[in-house]
């Protein structure tokens, strides 16, 4: 009884056409051998199990073939028919992981000197070459850049960047790609029907699948399956394949992808969670996750994906059906969104828990409204007639600043308090009594704004009874009015009961519906900025500053148009400006066309102004000096 040889050696390639998934490395060595311009020292590059060292064998086969076949080998020849059973004195391999000492390289540098026995040359495969010392490669540099002519180098390696650039330099490097998975499938079918073995399409693809590109772990994963689940006549499935290699089957992923392109959450965790349970490889999974992504947006893009993604037809249309669940914006933010952490997965402690939550992070990101359906939103609304109140919308354009109706009570000199982020600070320029200021752009209704916004206010309160927790309504009780600004109010509930901002839809459109005015807005702080301002009380008493949250509304908002204040006494007072002390005084401004000039030589006024007590109230307070006066 002969013994058994496993599948992998059976049906290594004996010649380049037979290799698979490599046709750039096998047209160029063939036309090199047909045309004789082969070279001295060959470097063969890519992953485990692409065809490296099998390459390497059929090329010296070639070399040494006595009836070469337009670039091919015989392999009836004696010269080949030893190749092929590792008998040739004249082909040498060796296996640089175990013979990478400087001693072993020296060695081999002596034996390459003597002349071939049988073939035309002697040829030097040397195997995981990147294993070999740097000492190593200084014994053996010299005689692969002169090597004798009757002497040919074959390395091969998976780590190219660890191989010497003297070494590289004097090589002609081929990189072996990865093998397709469509290419191997077809060979393992090839394999299955020789080797008379019943094993289902969908096994094959799996296997195919579990591969990833390397031929020979495929033929090893068939060998095993083989010996494995073959029993008698029973055909080997799908899933028995998937259960052993921790593989997800088709219809699992697609149920999957499903739940993220239609943003069911729900169904997303509990897919994941129920591949975990069967002893689905997560790692494997998330790579097809990215890979049927992958195959949709090629989808969207192009008319035949199916070179680019090296598959079939019916794959395709598979990711295409998958495809119609979304819009392609959706595929895209899912694929960038998951790309990039493939490698964070890999050394996750709890690889379920990542995927679950990068899953749900990317179905929320790709899903949430954008800015651009908004406004397509709008527009469709816009077009069928249904947003009537379209015309009173403002306009983003700038508008000119009405001017106010009425005048404005002459205000106190105002300090420009130091910077908390420490920069020098800017003066506030107090408006002259005899010219009053332009009211800021702020549409108010007709009439006392202020009163009728309390007004409002106080209805709101009297309208949410009933309508929202007890103490919510308290808290908005207890809340203060700050300012109105573009039919914004705000309004500081300082530390409220409860949080208002689930209640804030409901709040939102029973203001709007109590001031008819869809525009109109509440803003809500739960904490007011000290922040201090100048105002003149009514009985002009000296003390100037109030703090907003002690005068709320009247006091706050310095933007909302006051009544003018008939006692004002000081309206023709020279105009003071306040700096803190770091800030440099400036030059005297010059007498200007209206008759006012800078009297801030003049020591009796200076003092005068500065004894005043509502300006030394205001220099005590932010420690600030006069610079400068208009009178």
Excluded at 448 to 468: F, H, M, N, P, Y
Excluded at 491 to 503: I, S, Y
Aim: charged share 25%; hydrophobic share 45%; with cysteine.
């Amino acid at each position: 009884m002969s013994e058994y040889q496993v599948i992998a050696r059976k049906w290594r390639p004996q010649k380049f056409a037979d290799v698979v998934g490599q046709e750039h490395v096998v047209r160029t060595l063939k036309n090199a051998i047909r045309q004789q311009r082969t070279a001295h020292a060959y470097l063969f590059v890519g992953p485990r199990g692409v065809g490296k060292t099998t390459t390497a064998r059929i090329f010296a086969k070639a070399l040494n073939c006595e009836h070469p076949e337009d670039g091919e080998p015989c392999c009836r020849c004696p010269s080949c028919l030893a190749i092929a059973d590792d008998s040739s004195i004249d082909v040498i391999e060796v296996d640089a992981a175990s013979r990478n000492s400087a001693e072993n390289m020296r060695d081999l540098s002596e034996e390459v000197m003597h002349m071939p026995v049988a073939g035309r040359y002697k040829i030097y495969i040397i195997d995981e070459v990147h294993m070999l010392s740097k000492h190593a490669w200084n014994a053996l540099l010299k005689t692969v850049e002169e090597p004798p002519s009757h002497v040919k180098f074959i390395f091969a390696t998976t780590e190219a960047h660890m191989v010497l650039p003297t070494i590289v330099s004097r090589c002609q490097r081929f990189d072996l790609q990865p093998i397709p998975t469509r290419l191997i499938l077809e060979r393992l079918v090839k394999i299955a029907r020789a080797e008379q073995v019943k094993v289902s399409n969908g096994a094959l693809e799996a296997i195919a699948r579990a591969a990833d590109g390397g031929m020979r772990d495929a033929q090893s994963l068939l060998d095993q399956m083989i010996a494995f689940f073959s029993e008698g006549d029973r055909e080997i499935d799908e899933m028995q394949i998937l259960s052993l290699f921790g593989l997800t089957a088709a219809a699992e992923l697609d149920a999957l992808l499903q739940a993220m392109l239609t943003n069911d959450r729900a169904a997303a965790v509990s897919r994941i969670h129920q591949l975990a349970s069967r002893g689905r490889n997560l790692e494997t999974l998330f790579d097809d996750i990215l890979n049927v992504l992958r195959g949709i947006e090629l989808g969207y893009i192009l008319r035949n994906p199916e070179e680019i993604l090296e598959t079939d037809a019916e794959t395709v249309q598979r990711y295409r059906q998958l495809g119609q669940l979304a819009k392609p914006q959706i595929v895209r933010i899912l694929l960038e969104t998951l790309a990039p952490v493939g490698r964070i997965l890999h050394d996750a402690l709890n690889k379920q828990i990542f995927l679950e939550s990068i899953i749900l992070k990317a179905m929320r990101e790709a899903h949430a409204v954008k800015l651009e359906d908004v406004l397509q939103r709008l527009n469709q609304l816009r077009q069928a007639g249904e947003l009537q109140f379209v015309d009173r919308v403002p306009s983003l354009a700038a508008q000119p600043l009405p001017v106010a109706s009425h005048a404005v009570p002459a205000a106190e000199p105002v300090v420009a308090a130091p910077s908390v982020s420490g920069e020098a600070p800017a003066a506030v320029a107090v408006p002259e009594p005899e010219e009053p200021p332009a009211a800021v752009n702020v549409p108010e209704p007709p009439g006392d704004s202020r009163r009728q916004t309390v007004a409002q206010w106080q209805q709101l309160l009297g309208a949410l009874e009933g309508k929202v927790p007890p103490e919510l309504l308290e808290s908005l009780r207890g809340g203060k009015m700050i300012q109105v600004v573009d039919k914004i109010l705000t309004v500081d509930l300082g530390r409220p009961a409860v949080d208002p901002a689930p209640e804030s839809a409901k709040l939102q459109a029973l203001w709007q519906e109590i001031t008819g005015d869809w525009a109109a807005l509440l803003e809500f702080k739960y904490e007011l900025e000290n922040v201090a301002v100048a105002r003149r009380l009514p009985e002009q008493e000296p003390a100037a500053l109030a703090v907003a949250a002690e005068h709320p509304l009247e006091a706050a908002d310095l933007r909302v148009i006051e009544e003018p204040d008939e006692a004002a006494e000081d309206a023709a007072e020279p105009e003071v400006e306040l700096a803190a002390p770091a800030a440099a005084a400036p030059e005297p401004v010059e007498e200007e066309a209206s008759g006012m000039r800078s009297v801030l030589g003049e020591v009796e006024i200076v003092n005068e102004m500065r004894d005043r007590p509502v300006i030394k109230d205001v220099l005590d307070l932010f420690g600030g000096e006069i610079v400068d006066i208009h009178g």
